[in-house]
């Protein structure tokens, strides 16, 4: 189970979140946004962890709740934490290179991309 991004149905890129509103007064703010990691879980994942936390990290309250067998739990949340240490790894120096690179105006965002790929 990977962290699931939220990508665009014409070109498949990830969507990035640049506006929130208060439904209630109306303020909003603009900017770009990141979901964080359990965000990007899928709904499926989030609602696993949901249940996880919510039963105050009892195994047998989700082999209840799901019908599933104590191996199945485990191999799902160890997955999901698979999943969230990918969101925390740190970028490898080749990428950081390509991104200091780009920052000083030595190499084009399409030139970048490609390094990046």
Do not use: W
Request: hydrophobic letters at 40%.
């Amino acid at each position: 189970m990977d962290i699931a991004e939220v990508r665009c149905s014409g070109c498949s890129r990830p969507l990035r979140i640049e506006r929130m509103r208060c439904d209630r007064c109306q303020v909003q703010i603009e900017g770009d946004f990141e979901l964080g990691p359990l965000a990007q879980l899928s709904l499926r994942d989030q609602l696993f962890v949901t249940a996880f936390l919510r039963g105050h990290g009892s195994i047998k309250q989700l082999e209840r709740l799901f019908g599933i067998s104590y191996p199945t739990v485990k191999n799902r949340l160890n997955a999901i934490v698979s999943a969230l240490d990918k969101a925390f790894d740190a970028p490898s120096r080749n990428n950081s290179l390509v991104l200091e690179q780009l920052a000083r105006g030595e190499i084009t965002v399409d030139q970048a991309l490609e390094r990046l790929r």
